[in-house]
C-alpha cells in the first residue's frame, strides 16, 4: 500500500514508518520539519501543517490509507486544538481527492464508561485534551470515509509485543499500559485488512 502518515515524527509516528517500511508499504509522511526525518528507500517526506487541507490536497492524491499518529503537546495540560483541526483538515482533503480509509489515534479519555481514575482525569487535569480529542472523533466519525479510531491507553516506549488486546466501543478488561510500538503494529494490521471499519477501538495490554 502506498501509506500516508500524519504526526510521523512523534512516538508513535517513528514506530508506525519503521514497521511500514519493514512490511514493504511505500510511506509518505507530512511532517512541519522534515529534517526530523532522515531519507530512506520507500519514504517520500513533504512539509507541511497538517491542519491545512490545502497542503493535504497536494499530497494526498496515489495513497490508498491516511494513519494519523497525531498526539497532543507534552505534557497535554493546555489548550490545544490540534487534533480536531488536522482532523477537519484531512477529512476535507480526503473527501476532495477520493482517498477513503483513514485511521486515526484518539485515547482512552473517550469511552463512555473509562473507570474511575481516567474519568477524574477527564474532567480535571486532562480536560483539555479530552475535548480535543472529542471533537477529533465528532470530525472523523460524522464523515463519509471508512475510518477507524484507536483508543489507546497510557502510551510507553517499550518494545513490539504483539500482545496487546482489543475492545470495541470500550476499554480492554483491567487496561494495561500500552507501548506505542503496539499500537502502531494495530493500525497498520487494521489498515491491511481492512478491519474495524467506522469503529473506535479500545486498546490495552
Do not use: C, N
Not at 133 to 159: F, H, K, N, Y
Not at 167 to 191: K, M, N, Q, T, W
Amino acid at each position: 500500500m502506498r501509506i500516508f502518515v500524519l504526526g510521523a515524527t512523534g512516538g508513535t509516528g517513528t514506530a508506525l514508518i519503521e514497521q511500514a517500511l519493514e512490511r514493504g508499504h511505500d510511506v509518505m509522511a507530512l511532517v512541519r520539519s522534515p529534517h526530523k526525518l532522515g531519507a530512506r528507500p520507500k519514504l517520500a517526506v513533504v512539509e507541511g501543517d497538517p491542519r491545512s487541507a490545502a497542503a493535504l490536497e497536494k499530497s494526498l492524491p496515489g495513497s490508498d490509507v491516511v494513519i494519523s499518529a497525531l498526539g497532543p503537546p507534552i505534557p497535554p495540560l493546555r489548550r490545544t486544538t490540534i487534533l480536531g483541526d488536522a482532523a477537519q483538515a484531512t477529512v476535507t482533503a480526503m473527501v476532495a481527492t477520493g482517498v477513503r480509509r483513514v485511521l486515526a489515534i484518539s485515547g482512552e479519555l473517550q469511552h463512555r464508561e473509562p473507570g474511575a481514575m481516567v474519568t477524574i482525569l477527564r474532567a480535571t487535569l486532562l480536560r483539555r485534551l479530552a475535548r480535543d480529542q472529542a471533537e477529533l472523533e465528532r470530525v472523523v466519525g460524522a464523515s463519509p470515509l471508512d475510518w477507524t479510531i484507536a483508543r489507546p491507553t497510557r502510551l510507553t516506549r517499550g518494545a513490539l509485543t504483539r500482545a496487546y488486546r482489543t475492545e470495541v466501543d470500550g476499554p480492554p478488561a483491567r487496561p494495561r499500559p500500552i507501548s506505542r510500538a503496539d499500537v502502531a503494529h494495530f493500525l497498520l494490521d487494521a489498515a491491511e485488512r481492512g478491519a474495524y471499519i467506522r469503529q473506535a477501538v479500545g486498546l490495552a495490554t
